[in-house]
């Protein structure tokens, strides 16, 4: 059995600094103490606050300047997507605005892969939705599906529609156990998909987007209702 690791202080100490922020304890654009008082008052060593601190600077919440301070920074109004995956975890309300850029995001995504598809992209879409069918449990399902959309995004030969699918996957994949309703039944699952990955390959732009629509729009009121 593999072992589990260990949580350390600063895993604790970047959990409570990054929920203090996301919170409003600490609001964008302020400055946070001096850190020897905010040492003392989580009750860490300066060593560990700085390690936590590092961490939260490259997470994008934090900016540190030399002589000046450390300051929250404004996320909501700087940050990028890859924040994404931080904030479903702190706060479900975010899936709901996750799933309505994936919406169209992926009905966009489907209508460019029909329009720009070649023979090999299609091997690849029938092959991965075969695995949807052929996967056994809700999160090998759901995770096969992810793939078919993966290769959706290539399809299109634009690499940002790649980024922009990698982006909402990783956002909410994390949190995937709680949004597995559409997933549980591989042959359910593998219907949905087919009429996507049928009207792309025969190089439908007006079906694919449709279908797509379809498609995302079910899973969504599956899941949310889940999570509801």
Known sequence: ME???RETIVDVLENRLREDILTGRHPAGSYLPPERSLADGYGVTRTTLKHAFGRLVQAG???TRHGVGTRVRDYARLGGADLLPMLVRHSPDWIAEIFEVRRGVGALIAERAAARHDSSAAAELR????AVREAEGGDAVQLADAEVHRALAR???NRVYVLLTNT???AY???RAALAGPFTDPEAAYARLAPVVAAVVAGDRTAAHAAADAYLTATERIMLEDLA
Do not use: H, M, Q, S
């Open 155 to 157: 399809a299109t030969g």
């Open 3 to 5: 072992t589990l690791p």
């Open 173 to 175: 994949l994390p949190v």
């Open 127 to 130: 092959r991965l939705l075969d």
């Open 61 to 63: 919440l934090l900016e």
């Open 168 to 170: 909402l996957f990783n």
